[in-house]
């Protein structure tokens, strides 16, 4: 139970990190509604708690080298997925992205916010 109340609240906050992005970055343009938010939330969350790792693991190397830089650029590729499994799914493109910056911008915005949350949720906890 504790494990989907974990993964319910990184929905969450994916959500409020995504409209956070959309609202502070040009290039970044959310539009859609509640229900295509809340859908773009669960596929980052389940990108993030199924594929990263695996990315992680693989990219290993590479995460050492640059002093684990490249988490950035994982983080990015998990975020870029996310319009095109929300397409596949017919959610449309509620998420468009206006070149590579923007898309890391939002990628460090989206990070920084679930450190952030997830910080609080910890100190919350004890």
Not at 87 to 113: D, M, N, W
Request: hydrophobic residues 65%; positive net charge; proline residues 4%.
């Amino acid at each position: 139970m504790k494990i989907i109340g974990r993964f319910i609240f990184h929905i969450f906050t994916n959500a409020v990190a995504i409209l956070i992005a959309a609202n502070v970055i040009s290039g970044f343009v959310w539009n859609g509604d509640l229900v295509g938010l809340a859908v773009a939330a669960f596929v980052l969350s389940a990108i993030n708690t199924f594929i990263r790792p695996i990315l992680k693991m693989m990219l290993g190397p590479l995460l050492v080298l640059t002093f684990g830089l490249f988490i950035i650029v994982i983080n990015a590729a998990s975020l870029f997925l996310v319009p095109y499994l929300l397409q596949i799914l017919g959610f449309g493109e509620p998420i468009a992205f206006a070149g590579y910056l923007p898309l890391i911008l939002a990628t460090l915005i989206i990070s920084a916010v679930n450190i952030i949350v997830g910080f609080a949720a910890r100190m919350g906890y004890k």
